[in-house]
């Protein structure tokens, strides 16, 4: 993934300590492009012996298998799932203009006037979490694309979108100011950094449950001791308090890192969860 992309910002967050633990440093590269297409083929051609893994998103091995026609990577068949060491919701914003400060009171509004409002997204999961809401609610909504999430908040505020539905991180400096009416967060429980934002349970639409991922996968081959002892190392850096903390500044939920077989299978589901979503709403990437 890019430098300074959210996987690669909490991937460092894990390093030093590995390296201290594995006694040899932990080196990044970054490869960005293709929504993480060229990374996935490298590491899926890669000598399956632990020293090439991949960390990535739920944008290589959700999104992508829906998004694309083909790609040059199976999500399941080339990769051995290893550790799912984050999590992060969205939080559901409303330009504050429109006078709703319910989530009940935004859908009643917006199916009132069928058409006339639109959301913002800057980002495909974004835009994915944004497609979720309009279809559980129910909604007429028009998609507005922006270069970046931050490039739709001006539009948000002066209400040129209605609505955006975007990670903790981001969603963060217009919670704290005030400057939109933050609805709903996409989890089954709250987060501290936006601890007055209600679940989406709270505010009355509990099947609003939807979250980005970060994880690391290693080529299919690697043997399963060796997948077992970096997943047991990544999760006890994860259980460190200074990592903790920084994970949880990154927008983390707080939930301990997934094991491998459990990690296998929620990537298996996922593909098919963020498929139906994105196959409803008609999307594809070329």
Request: aromatic share 12%; proline share 11%.
């Given at each position: 993934m890019p430098a300074g992309s959210a996987v690669d910002v909490t991937t460092r967050v894990f390093t030093d300590r590995l390296s201290q633990v594995w006694g040899k440093?932990?080196?990044i590269d970054n490869r960005g492009g293709g929504n993480g297409v060229l990374a996935c083929e490298?590491?899926?051609?890669?000598?399956?012996d632990g020293l090439t893994l991949l960390s990535t998103s739920a944008m290589t091995h959700a999104a992508n298998p829906a998004l694309y026609e083909r790609l040059p990577?199976?999500?399941?068949?080339?990769?051995?799932?290893?550790?799912?060491?984050?999590?992060?919701?969205?939080v559901l914003m409303a330009h504050k203009g429109l006078g709703t400060t319910s989530l009940s009171a935004l859908i009643a509004r917006m199916k009132a006037?069928?058409?006339r409002h639109n959301f913002g997204a800057g980002s495909v999961p974004s835009r994915i979490a944004g497609e979720l809401f309009r279809q559980l609610a129910g909604l007429d909504l028009v998609h507005v694309g922006y270069k970046g999430n931050q490039q739709g908040f001006p539009d948000l505020i002066n209400g040129r979108i209605s609505l955006m539905a975007v990670d903790v991180v981001g969603a963060k400096p217009l919670v704290d100011t005030d400057s939109v009416n933050a609805l709903a967060l996409s989890d089954t429980e709250r987060h501290p950094a936006v601890a007055a934002v209600p679940t989406a349970a709270e505010a009355g639409l509990p099947r609003?449950?939807?979250?980005?991922w970060s994880g690391l996968y290693a080529p299919a081959a690697t043997p399963p001791e060796v997948v077992a002892r970096i997943a047991r190392?990544?999760?006890?850096?994860?259980?460190?308090p200074e990592v903790r903390v920084r994970l949880e500044a990154l927008g983390s939920a707080r939930r301990a890192p997934m094991p491998p077989a459990e990690f296998a299978a929620f990537t298996a589901s996922e593909i098919e969860s963020w498929g139906r979503i994105i196959r409803t709403?008609?999307?594809r990437l070329e």
């Open positions: 440093p932990v080196v490298i590491v899926a051609r890669a000598r399956p990577y199976d999500p399941i068949r080339d990769f051995a799932a290893v550790v799912r060491y984050n999590t992060s919701p969205f006037e069928p058409g609003y449950i939807f979250t980005t190392d990544i999760t006890k850096a994860a259980e460190v709403a008609g999307l």
